[in-house]
């Protein structure tokens, strides 16, 4: 037998490393999207999520993911021609689906230490309310080009199963109507002049998902 002085690293049944031995996954998720802040207050509002992700390996530590959600959001529709104290028309269920592909980067590469494995990601997307029309303010989300970045926590539980954490940050357009610029009979208007028309506002999710993962 070798002597002690010999042996360099550790044995492979006692690293903390373990090859991640199946290329692809489907991920179902659910958590909470909340929505960033913007003056008029008319936009999608915070609101559960829940979706499903599909990954597979591409070379080395990056894995290509394509994911689609839908946030059960509502919001606050405004009639801008009102004086400010009856400008609320009423509050409506407004769902969203976000549509998206990106680029993973795992960061113990393709192994996991002590069954973790830290991720980072960016891509492109759509995010859309699925309305054709504006309301009765003029006002439309329709839908925008959404340019996400993200963080994640992958535990590996089995050899195929393991569950993950994703933070993102969804960072789309909100446009307002000309009308949101003009006075009611009361002087006041619903944004200041001030404000730009078009703006990028950060849009964050946080899930929890469990994956299974298949295809040596």
Sequence with gaps: APASAQIVGRAPDDSPYRSLQFRQDVTIFSGWFDA????????????????VRYAIRLAGPVDFMARAAMAFSQRTVINPRLVEAERVVGVESWPLLMADANFTLNVTGQKSWHGLV???????GLVSDMKAEADTGGFQ??????FNLGAGLRWVATERMELRVDLTDYMYKIEY??????????????????????FWTHNRALVLGAAYRFWR
């Excluded at 509002?45 to 979706?51: L, R």
């Excluded at 989300?141 to 959404?146: D, I």
């Excluded at 109507?177 to 078009?198: C, G, H, I």
């Design 36 to 51: 960033g802040e913007e003056p008029g207050g008319v936009a999608p509002q915070g609101a559960p999520i829940a979706g």
């Design 118 to 124: 830290p991720t980072l990601s960016s891509g492109l």
């Design 141 to 146: 989300f329709g839908t925008a080009f959404a």
């Design 177 to 198: 109507p000309t009308l949101y610029y003009s006075r009611a009979s009361d002087n006041t208007q619903v944004v200041p002049n001030t404000q730009p028309r078009s």
